[in-house]
DNA sequence: ATACTTGCAAAGCCTTTGCAGATCT
DNA sequence: AGATCTGCAAAGGCTTTGCAAGTAT
């Protein structure tokens, strides 16, 4: 599945309009976690800014790998470095570790009031967001009461075979892998 | 965060009665299994069986260190074979791979028409079951129309602070996990 | 000036695999 | 007999850390 560790495409908005809209949207939360950074007085370094940029601009979860190999950050620093900064921005509860469908976490950026549910491929290992209305949020909280939990937050992954893998054999369930995407 | 890795004590039933319920309920699962495993073409070991018997009797995701480390598995095979076993039994269908909130990964049984969510403590990482109603299964048909995915499952984690580790220091976000359960 | 960051290289942690011998059907 | 399993030991894949040098405040 060496798909899941190379940079994941930023799905091509309908129409420019689209994607004004998602820069403008990306901007502003680069904003935010540059604000944040800097009352946790985190140093401004041009990793962190790469990798916050990346980060603001991407709205799927990205693996360390992914995040290592994509070319601006991977010129501007190192993978052991990536993971540093990563840790630290989470830390700083920035950013959230977690975990998918393989042995390597995903990190996303907190936005405040930004949570996404996502869909996975078991074939290719391929993730989108699902664009849907989230029911979950409001059980959070029964949750925590029925069973004591505070600062409770949710992770929801759909899985399924995408349509391209629908196409290729030998992507059924436990079989190996395709890489179709 | 050892705790994860321990084996993870069955809850203690209510009463007498709900015991043998969830006795009952382990047989009919296992007996399941079984039956699977034979229409599978799966030779019936001493390994498989132990395996198969602590997940039917288990309600809640086991690691592999997990099931490695009960005592009557770990008589009964190596590491390795658990692994094997494991893989198999996936490729079977009888069990799935999942991904909570460590790189290792959790297995569950996949009795049919028991699909639970569960909760972790981020701070000790033991796991629990929400014994909620699980809203998201309509979801699923949705999510695949949609976006074209097919053989679709889902896999939901609330992630919080437990009543234990809220009593305890250290345990909040970003920080080192406490070992309180 | 000093505390935080980074690169490099090495260490770790678990999973995963190879192979030869044991087992089940 | 023949295909499957299993144990042991070694290999792998990625994350994680130590240390000395570099850099932001």
Same mark, same amino acid.
């Given at each position: 599945?060496?798909?899941t560790r190379a940079a994941l495409p930023v799905a091509e908005p309908a129409s420019a309009k689209a994607a004004d809209k998602a820069l403008a949207r990306g901007a502003e939360k680069?904003?935010?976690?540059?604000?944040?950074?800097? !009352? /946790?007085?985190?140093r401004r370094t041009p990793a962190r800014e790469e990798i916050l940029q990346f980060l603001a601009h991407q709205d799927r979860p990205a693996t360390l790998a992914t995040l290592s190999g994509e070319r601006r950050i991977a010129? $501007?620093?190192d993978p052991a470095t990536v993971f540093r900064v990563l840790q630290k921005l989470e830390e700083a509860g920035l950013v959230r570790r977690i975990w998918l469908h393989e042995r390597a976490p995903y990190y996303i950026l907190l936005f405040p009031h930004d949570h996404r549910d996502y869909v996975?491929? $078991? *074939?290719?290992?391929?993730v989108e967001e699902t664009r849907l209305e989230c029911p979950?949020?409001?059980?959070?909280? !029964?949750?925590g009461e029925r069973l004591g939990y505070i600062e409770i937050h949710h992770e929801l992954g759909f899985y399924g075979v995408c349509p391209d893998?629908?196409? =290729?054999? *030998? $992507?059924?369930? *436990? /079989? =190996?892998?395709?890489?179709?995407?």
């Open positions: 599945m060496k798909q680069l904003e935010w976690a540059r604000q944040v950074c800097r !009352e /946790g007085h985190l010129a $501007t620093c996975l491929c $078991t *074939g290719c290992g391929k979950v949020q409001k059980l959070e909280k !029964e949750v893998c629908q196409e =290729k054999p *030998g $992507t059924r369930r *436990g /079989g =190996k892998k395709s890489s179709c995407c």
